[in-house]
């Protein structure tokens, strides 16, 4: 393998093997009615994925787990999002991991990782529950 740096002659950076890629795609349930915020330029829309993994384990015996992914959309497309979904609903959303850092009251340090979502498709909707327009 070369460690020759990328140029025009040979090709973008981006095709350098080693570059990381921040891309992350989920199916799972919408759990609770998306929030909307707003900010000074775009509406800022959260809610929470749920995702269900199941397997046996060594006793054969059925497990579930359950993975909490909080999601953040902005702009248009989030406000269509959360206009379109509801608490239930099987979605699939694609985008971008982020890590927010902050500092609590007591001084701690805390850090939550969440899904910056760019795309979206609902799968299919809770039982019972119509089709948004």
Not at 72 to 84: I, L, P, S
């Amino acid at each position: 393998m070369s460690d020759t740096p990328s140029t025009p002659s040979n090709g973008p950076a981006s095709s350098k093997p080693w570059n990381d890629q921040n891309h992350f795609k989920c199916r799972g349930r919408i759990g609770n009615k998306p929030e909307v915020r707003s900010t000074r330029r775009n509406p800022v829309i959260s809610c929470t994925v749920y995702i269900k993994n199941e397997y046996d384990d060594a006793n054969q015996k059925r497990v579930t787990k359950t993975t909490r992914v909080p999601v953040t959309m902005f702009g248009d497309k989030g406000m269509t999002f959360a206009n379109e979904v509801a608490k239930g609903d099987y979605v699939e959303i694609e985008g971008r991991l982020q890590e927010n850092a902050w500092q609590d009251a007591q001084g701690q340090k805390r850090s939550r990782l969440e899904l910056v979502a760019s795309k979206y498709q609902v799968v299919q909707r809770k039982q019972g529950q119509a089709q948004a327009a």
